[in-house]
């Protein structure tokens, strides 16, 4: 499989990124091993997931996504082949969440415990923390790499102007931002096209996308308000149930069909072949949809393709 260098970094990734926002959620630990032994019987070899996955769910607390991981890490031995991408500084609990050095600090040596490594290949920031200066945000990461607890750093959810300050507060020296991950795909694209797609290709940082398939609208399984009762994440998929989005779904059909492909792998394969994009990411629940986000790797859509879906999903 194809492997692209993410940004400046030395880490370099399949051109997907397997999402593990649903082990402990919607997938226990047994699917979770199944999904992840797939994946990467598949060629590939990034994990993206984050220390909050998945308190959202009955019982849990956060770092059950983490567990999992570091638990099927060790049960095969493989550490050294995978690149582990986690995130700090959403609610993890009374005083557990933002951006300041000592949390980061705190928070790093919790996820390295989980997911039974020495190292944090990639550390994101989760969220913008307005109250905390970039500097001493990007100060703790410097720290952090001195100590070899992580590898690099960068940010999600980061508009262009927020990432421009945040470069700028590197620019005499110390770590930066060297990977983005926004929200992008066919439905969400003004987001990460206005602006921030040309200042990570000027400024060659990497992206991997999250909502890479629209929580899951661009499967084309929701086709009205009936069909939100699915899944666990249906409810989220609503607000595309208009015109654009149907023409979107039109347009993934339409050349799906020329493929022999799901609509899903079509919208995967769009954002690989988009502009400054290094990876999209996308979960799976089943070993059947991990072959379904290989299978998307091996799409070359032509010209012509990509300017029908790209009008179709013109913001």
């Known amino acids: 499989m194809q492997s692209r260098r993410l940004g400046r970094t030395d880490l370099f990734t399949a051109p997907i990124v397997l999402g593990g926002n649903v082990f402990g959620w919607t997938a226990d630990k047994a699917t979770s091993f199944a999904v992840l032994d797939r994946f990467v019987a598949g060629g590939a070899n990034t994990i993206d997931t984050a220390d909050v996955y998945s308190a959202w769910a009955p019982g849990n607390s956060g770092g059950e996504s983490e567990t999992i991981i570091g638990e099927w890490m060790r049960a095969r031995g493989n550490r050294e082949k995978i690149v582990v991408v986690t995130k700090v500084g959403s609610p993890m609990g009374k005083g557990k969440e933002g951006l300041k050095p000592g949390y980061i600090e705190e928070a790093v040596e919790a996820s390295l415990k989980r997911l039974q490594t020495d190292v944090i290949d990639l550390y994101l920031s989760h969220w913008p923390d307005m109250a905390t200066p970039f500097a001493d945000t990007l100060g703790a990461y410097g720290r952090l790499i001195e100590k070899g607890k992580i590898r690099w750093c960068g940010a999600s959810n980061l508009t262009a102007a927020l990432l421009e300050q945040?470069?700028?507060?590197?620019?005499?020296?110390?770590?930066?931002?060297?990977?983005?991950?926004?929200?992008?795909?066919?439905?969400?694209?003004?987001?990460?096209?206005?602006?921030?797609?040309?200042?990570?290709?000027?400024?060659?940082?990497?992206?991997?996308?999250?909502?890479?398939?629209?929580?899951?609208?661009?499967?084309?399984?929701?086709?009205?308000?009936?069909?939100?009762?699915?899944?666990?994440?249906?409810?989220?998929?609503?607000?595309?149930?208009?015109?654009?989005?149907?023409?979107?779904?039109?347009?993934?059909?339409?050349?799906?069909?020329?493929?022999?492909?799901?609509?899903?792998?079509?919208?995967?394969?769009?954002?690989?072949?988009?502009?400054?994009?290094?990876?999209?990411?996308?979960?799976?629940?089943?070993?059947?949809?991990?072959?379904?986000?290989?299978?998307?790797?091996?799409?070359?859509?032509s010209y012509a393709e990509m300017a029908a879906l790209n009008e179709a999903s013109a913001p």
């Open 166 to 301: 945040a470069l700028a507060a590197t620019a005499s020296g110390g770590p930066r931002y060297e990977v983005l991950q926004p929200e992008y795909n066919l439905a969400d694209r003004a987001g990460f096209e206005n602006g921030l797609a040309d200042l990570c290709r000027r400024e060659e940082i990497g992206v991997i996308t999250y909502f890479s398939l629209a929580k899951g609208f661009l499967s084309g399984k929701y086709r009205s308000e009936a069909d939100l009762g699915q899944s666990a994440r249906g409810g989220g998929v609503k607000a595309y149930l208009n015109p654009r989005g149907f023409r979107i779904l039109d347009a993934l059909e339409t050349v799906a069909a020329a493929h022999r492909a799901k609509p899903a792998e079509v919208a995967l394969a769009w954002i690989m072949a988009r502009p400054g994009v290094t990876a999209p990411i996308a979960s799976a629940t089943s070993v059947e949809q991990v072959d379904s986000l290989i299978r998307a790797t091996e799409i070359s859509l």
